[in-house]
């Protein structure tokens, strides 16, 4: 009668406290596993093209990856990248004053026989000076 009354009412009380537990640990506390990144500073004597070539062990580099020399020589203040609706513009601002090869190779061929290069229309320049800088490296 005691075990009617008292303990199997109290024995379904604590399961069901168990599994509401353990549902509300499913929806809310858990910890899921998280991707540790690494961040290190570029070395200044590299521009990001390079330290791409060094990440892949001297091995790739994508025609993609050959693009970020650019952005990189307009966050220096050498090329103004410009865009207005499908048009993208890149703009010599100043001629380049620094020692790296690579950068100078780009500002050369881009920019040689005019301040303004449009993407689209001088697409054939910019491959080939991409593949000059790849052949480069």
Known sequence: DLIDKYILPSIII?????????ALWLIFGRDYKKEEYVVNKIPQKYNPLEMYYIANNCDYIS???????IVFLASQGYIKIERKFNVIKLKKV???????ELERLVMRRLFDSSKEIIIGEDDELLYET???????L
């Open 14 to 22: 604590m399961i069901i406290n168990v599994i509401i537990a353990f």
């Open 63 to 69: 025609d993609k990856s050959l693009r970020s020399i």
């Open 94 to 100: 100043k001629n380049y004053a620094g020692d790296n």
């Open 130 to 136: 991409l593949m000059k800088v790849k052949k480069l």
